[in-house]
């Protein structure tokens, strides 16, 4: 069965960073494409992130570009959202999703296009 666990939420006070982790099982991430979603207090679920299997390519919201970055390890079978530099409005729930498609579509940031969803881990940036 199809399963994503996130892991490596937690607080940290403003500029500093964070590693959230997502295991996969049932699925080999190289036929995936992979994202992660983050969802504030009385907003919407945002996309971050969207990492294509097939290419190895990572896409990224602007509010996040060149502070964030989405990595793999293909042996452990997770993926990983490296964060930096982070601000109070990072301050969400992440989510991994994935869906058996090998590249990110151009509609990667919309959570309808996602089959599977882990729990979610809470990110919170306060000092």
């Known amino acids: 069965q199809l399963q994503l666990v996130e892991s490596g939420g937690g607080l940290v006070q403003p500029g500093g960073s964070l590693r959230l982790s997502c295991a996969a099982s049932g699925f080999i991430l190289d036929y995936y494409a992979i994202a992660w979603f983050r969802q504030a207090p009385g907003k919407e679920r945002e996309g971050v992130s969207c990492?294509?299997?097939?290419?190895?390519?990572?896409t990224y919201a602007d509010s996040v570009k060149g502070r964030f970055t989405f990595s793999t390890d293909n042996v452990k079978n997770t993926v990983y959202l490296i964060m930096n530099s982070l601000k109070p409005e990072d301050t969400a729930v992440y989510y991994c999703?994935?869906?058996?498609?090998?590249?990110?579509?151009?509609?990667?940031?919309?959570?309808?296009?996602?089959?599977?969803w882990g729990q979610g881990t809470q990110v919170t940036v306060s000092s």
């Open positions: 999703a994935a869906v058996p498609r090998s590249t990110c579509r151009t509609s990667w940031y919309a959570p309808e296009e996602y089959d599977y």
């Open positions: 990492f294509s299997g097939s290419s190895g390519r990572s």
